[in-house]
């Protein structure tokens, strides 16, 4: 079973940014596509961002041009940049691994962006 331990939320004021972490247990090339998705009170859990074993990114329209999503092999780390945060973004992050045996998901970390 793959381990997933996403770090790097808090409380930011709008306009700030965050780096969030997500820590493989394994080597994350294993992995078909790893992922950030949110999910906020009230709300479906929706994709933010994903990235393929092959590099290629896709977001959601609502964090285009704001939010970036990268990965360090060597360190089996994804990240997800997220600048000119809104209150809207506020919400628990979670990370996803996707690979044919399954899907893989940490606890998630908690973003709260005042107004």
């Known amino acids: 079973q793959v381990q997933l331990v996403e770090s790097g939320g808090g409380l930011v004021q709008a306009g700030g940014s965050l780096r969030l972490s997500c820590a493989a247990s394994g080597n994350i090339l294993s992995f078909d596509s790893m992922a950030w998705y949110r999910q906020a009170p009230g709300n479906q859990r929706e994709l933010v961002a994903r990235i393929t074993s092959g590099g290629r990114t896709n977001y959601a329209d609502s964090v285009k041009d704001r939010f970036t999503v990268s990965r360090d092999i060597s360190k089996r780390t994804m990240y997800l940049q997220m600048n000119s945060l809104k209150p809207e973004d506020t919400a628990v992050y979670y990370c996803?691994?996707?690979?044919?045996?399954?899907?893989?998901w940490g606890q998630g970390t908690q973003v709260t962006v005042s107004s």
């Open positions: 996803n691994a996707e690979r044919w045996t399954g899907s893989s």
